[in-house]
């Protein structure tokens, strides 16, 4: 699935979950957390508005455009395509990226594996960590704005959910974390794993 390696300075750290598992917030907390480190990062969600595909997707996932279904998990794929340029350059510079969503994603959600298999493979950026944000449907369905987009139903949670365990199960650059712990409590074991791999 990944692409060569090359002389990274910087860290690739993705955030992975059902919708509403609590990434975002994990993510600005991060955020303050590596400015305070004086570690300079950018933060990209996944699907971007960056490229066209990740505008298109944006627009879609709010109900304001149809795209066909065959299609959908295609502009998903080209949006990180385009990407993974722009995020090698940075991680050769020494610049942190903190992902919202990384092609885990494009598999555990995704209807048509062939567009990953024939477009993405060889082609992604090995990350050095993923949090894994584990919480069900039944933990997220009554938090704030659930349901606004066309994604967030149940049985498409569940089959994400379950395919997320699979993908992620034995893996030693995962850290699962229970998501339905308090925000804080969740940041500080986010904060300590950073720590005790990454900052010396
Ligand atoms: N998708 C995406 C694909 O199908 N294929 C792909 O390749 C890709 C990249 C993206 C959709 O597209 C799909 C997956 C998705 O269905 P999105 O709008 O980007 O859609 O959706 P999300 O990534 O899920 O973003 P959300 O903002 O919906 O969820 P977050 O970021 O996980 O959650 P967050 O932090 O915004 O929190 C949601 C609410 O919960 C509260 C927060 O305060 C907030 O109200 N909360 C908590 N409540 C209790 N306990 C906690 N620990 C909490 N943490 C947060």
């Known amino acids: 699935m990944y692409t060569k390696e090359f002389d990274r300075k910087g860290r690739l750290i993705c955030f992975e979950g059902i919708d509403r598992s609590g990434k975002s917030s994990q993510i600005e907390i991060l955020s303050l957390y590596?400015?305070?480190?004086?570690?300079?990062?950018?933060?990209?969600?996944?699907?971007?508005?960056?490229?066209?595909?990740?505008?298109?997707?944006?627009?879609?996932?709010?109900?304001?455009?149809?795209?066909?279904?065959?299609?959908?998990?295609?502009?998903?794929?080209?949006?990180?395509?385009?990407?993974y340029g722009e995020i090698k350059r940075l991680l050769e510079e020494g610049t942190w990226i903190i992902c919202d969503r990384y092609v885990?994603?494009?598999?555990?959600?995704?209807?048509?594996?062939?567009?990953?298999?024939?477009?993405?493979?060889?082609?992604?950026?090995?990350?050095?960590?993923?949090?894994?944000?584990?919480?069900?449907?039944?933990?997220?369905?009554?938090?704030?704005?659930?349901?606004?987009e066309l994604y967030e139903e149940k049985n498409r949670l569940e089959r994400a959910y379950k395919n997320f365990l699979k993908l992620f199960e034995d893996k030693d650059f995962v850290k699962i974390i229970d998501g339905r712990k308090g925000i804080r409590e969740i940041s500080e074991e986010i904060e300590k794993e950073i720590e005790g791999i990454f900052i010396k």
């Open 34 to 83: 590596l400015i305070m480190k004086n570690i300079p990062h950018v933060v990209i969600k996944f699907p971007t508005n960056e490229t066209y595909p990740g505008r298109e997707i944006n627009k879609f996932l709010k109900g304001e455009i149809f795209i066909n279904p065959d299609k959908v998990d295609l502009y998903f794929t080209s949006d990180r395509l385009e990407m």
């Open 104 to 148: 885990y994603s494009g598999i555990a959600y995704g209807n048509t594996m062939i567009y990953f298999n024939t477009l993405e493979f060889g082609k992604v950026i090995r990350p050095d960590l993923v949090f894994f944000m584990d919480v069900q449907y039944e933990d997220v369905k009554n938090r704030k704005d659930f349901g606004k």
